[in-house]
């Protein structure tokens, strides 16, 4: 069975630009969450969305955003880039909310450099 | 304010040996549990769960331990092998009783390295 698909793996951005990630879970999970990791702050969670529904946000600002589509795809924004926002950005997929005590799998992330 | 927190930042260990990676938790709210190993350039991979109902999950070669009452659990790997040098992540979720509204909660990692 396919693992969790990260789109692209990496990308160079401009500050003040926006950027889309994009996420396909496993087959059969309703669930993706996001997270940042940075070698400052660790892995922090972004938000989660499960039946198309954003279910939970992370402390992250409005430019920060996401959605997930019927077929459970997932894409995530990120509007006037900063530096600061350069990271691994990681896709979690679960078969229910993480709100179920449930095991998340993820993607191997896209690294995104601002520059 | 750090809610999972990772002590040792690395471990190193000889080839055979057991590998006990630890992790302390302050929010009480936490009631699941989980283990991730991470490759440089990777993602997490998911290595075992555990849930606050149990004090010991083991699958292969890793058991994980939970004590509620000191906040603390732990991963033990035996036997260690090469392959298992990386960072290792603790992770921890508040479900439905502790409102469940952050996703995982992450440590910093310890990066275990295991020695022939």
């Known amino acids: 069975k396919a693992g969790v698909t990260q789109t692209p793996r990496y990308l160079i951005k401009t500050r003040g630009q926006q950027v889309t990630l994009s996420c396909s879970p496993i087959s059969g999970h309703r669930s993706v969450s996001w997270y940042q990791q940075t070698p400052g702050q660790g892995l922090q969670f972004l938000f989660e969305?499960?039946?198309?529904?954003?279910?939970n946000k992370g402390n992250f600002p409005g430019r920060f955003s996401g959605r997930q589509f019927s077929n459970s795809r997932s894409e995530m924004n990120v509007s006037t880039l900063e530096l600061g926002d350069s990271a691994l950005y990681l896709c979690?997929?679960?078969?229910?909310?993480?709100?179920?005590?449930?095991?998340?799998?993820f993607g191997q992330g896209t690294r995104l450099t601002v520059v | 304010d750090q809610q999972v927190k990772q002590n040792s930042p690395s471990l190193s260990v000889q080839e055979g040996r057991i590998s006990i990676l630890n992790c302390d938790y302050t929010n009480s709210m936490f009631d699941y549990f989980l283990w991730y190993k991470k490759y440089p350039a990777e993602g997490p991979t998911f290595l075992i769960s555990i849930s606050s109902i149990k004090d010991k999950n083991e699958d292969g070669r890793f058991t994980v331990f939970l004590n509620k009452s000191a906040k603390h659990l732990s991963l033990h790997i035996v036997p260690s092998q090469p392959g298992d040098s990386a960072v290792y992540f603790c992770?921890?979720?508040?479900?439905?009783?502790?409102?469940?509204?952050?996703?995982?909660?992450f440590g910093k990692g310890t990066h275990l390295i295991i020695q022939p």
């Open positions: 992770a921890a979720s508040a479900g439905y009783s502790g409102g469940g509204a952050d996703g995982l909660t």
């Open positions: 979690a997929s679960s078969l229910y909310q993480q709100i179920m005590n449930t095991e998340a799998f």
């Open positions: 969305y499960f039946s198309e529904t954003q279910r």
